[in-house]
């Protein structure tokens, strides 16, 4: 059997085999380490630069006038510099520090920032200019054009989340105690607290939650820092999702255990059993913008984070006496004591539940606003023979709605300062004791709680007779109105407006006018109705229309009254007034006069024959022929026009409603031209704004006649006011129209880091 021999390898040929390896290892190990210290260089310079960055934010806005970087954006800068100096990193020709404003934005809890010279934070950027990675330098000795040096920068953003208050209003007349017509209300469906004390309680009274409490109380899965970067607007929708509709039982339930006087506890218990199940069906939210039924008003931006407000403290008092309020649903509660001895119906009730105010300035609250509705109506007189009489025979109706809101108050948050030690708020109030409306309201604004009554007044026929129409109209008063400006409230405190003035020749000033304005509706239909061309709307281009329409006829206004004429020439070849830029004050409006079919009226007469048989013409003619009458009705003030415009020149026209006779057909015709008019340049002329005056004080020859006379009688009437109001307040003991806000809390936040 042969065997194979193999040949033997001596140590002597394995020689220098380890000392490649391990020299090539060593290599590799030398550029692991040169890669890691160039690394950790960069590392550390850019750590060094985020430190500057982080620092220098900080101290920029905290010395910043309430933090506010838009307040002093220079000062940002020298204040962000003065800071990196003393960490050793002043700015030369490698490296730098800037500071600008910028505005921070949420969504969905995300925050950005975005440049904005307007902006609350601070940004600043350290930059440093050093030399590249030892890689690159090596690849730079091989002949590569690598870039020698690279710039490293830091970038931090500080902000202090702007201040914000809590904050309540009520008035006399909707306060919340045994006597008030507010829990007359309540006792009305069934919440009797005449026996109840506990809103008089010293423990309540100092008691207070904040939001983010309460939110996490109700069951809502998010932590403080998480609700505060979320809007005004994702919060609600938070609560709204993850809370829903909460009636008074439930919110007892959840305020309860944030209560640490066992005391107060106990009087929590018995008003949850005083209650019982009466208001358990009742439900309101929680959270709302402005105009919403909600506990609670957040007042925000649309893109800003919602921030401080839901730390803010919430005195509990404010919240029960609010909720109690909001729990009543069917605000609208039928007096039927009241039925107006068959002529009508009278309704009373809570239109706009009291509200707490939480934002930061311009936010508002309201009072419990009451509205007392009647209506009047010959029509309700069908079973008598006086109704046989009057509509069977006669033809005649008198349709009286009438709208009475009484004490509304409404207090907004004008100021907040945070340098001032302690913390104060500045409010204003705007009240009134009388606010009166008549005409028509749809039935889900009848007792609406966005705004009062009247917001969407509509026309309607008030007078009929042998079923023709003798007026028609709306009429709103705002009756002994007064604002106060309350500054320098603290946290905790509750300050008094002044009782009202009674400022008497005032309201009878509006009164005249509003009188006079209703009066132009006197022989035609409401517009809208039936049988006549809808009127135009309230859009945002019908809006800015009007308002061109106003300012070119206020430019040819002589003792009050509008010239047509010397308009028509305006809207056709501008003013011969130039402004300082060398433009016309007013430019025209139109490239040229443009024709209108079936636009020149035709007499029949007594009356206006139908528009189908009109003559054509252009805007000229036909707005000087609707200036003049053209019948004889017409003559006398009765408009026979039948395409929507009226007509102006009549006696009763003339004397009642001329310039708004006037404003109606002009804006008529500029909507209605072919192609419209150029909005945007006519109304961005700066020259344009300060043609006229701010209001049109008359409309007709008889208020221009009586104006003098009434603005001597003016002050007289207003003294007579003050001195009945003194002689109420010092002698009777009678204060009208007093409104009280509370202040419940200041949170001015803390200068952070936004990452």
Known sequence: MMHTVYPSISPRHQRGAFSVLAAASIVLLLLCMVLTLDSGRLYLEKRRLQKVADTAALESLSRLPDGNCAAAPDQAQAFAVENARRNQFAPNDTQSVSATCVRVNSDDGIRSASADASGRAVQVVASKRLATSLLMQGANLLGSDAARELTLSASAIARRPAPVAAFSVGSQLARLNADSLVVSLLRAVGVDLQDLRLLDSNGLA???????????????????????????????QVSNTQVGPLNLNQLLAAVTPLVNDAELRLDLAELEDALGSTLEDSTFALLGAPGDQALLTLGLGHNDPVDAAVDAQVLLSDLLGVALMNAVQGRGLHVSALNLASLGDAELGVVEPPSVGIGPVGTTAYTGQIRLYLDIDTDNLDSSALGWLTQDVLGTRVQLPLWIDLISAQATLTGLSCEATPPTADTRVDAALLNMCVGALDDDLKWSTSAACQTQ????????????????????????????????????????????????????????????????????????????QTDYTGSSDTSKTQQLARRYLEATSELGLYDADAVTDLILNGSDTLGSDGAPLLPPLVAEDWTINNSLPVSCLVTLCPSSSWNDGRFSEAFSAYSRPGSLLDLVGVSTLDNGYRSCGGLLSALLAWNSCLEHNLTKFLLEKPGGIDLTSALDNDALAGTGRDDVDCSGVLCTLLQPMLNQLKPGLNAVGELLESTLSETVGVELGRTDVTLDAIHCGQVELVR
């Open 206 to 236: 100092n008691a207070s939650l904040s939001t983010s409490g309460l939110l996490r109380q109700l069951g809502v899965d998010a932590n403080v820092h998480a609700l505060r970067a979320l809007t005004a607007e994702e919060l609600i």
């Open 457 to 532: 007044l509509q026309d309607t026929q008030l007078v009929t007779l042998l079923n023709q129409p003798v007026l028609s109209g709306q009429l709103h008063l705002a009756g002994l109105s007064d604002s106060e400006q309350l500054n320098g409230l603290v946290a905790g405190e509750q300050r008094s407006t002044q009782s009202n003035p009674l400022t008497l020749g005032n309201t009878v000033d509006d009164l005249l006018n509003a009188l006079l304005d209703l009066a132009a509706g006197l022989f035609r239909a409401p517009q809208g109705v039936a049988g006549e």
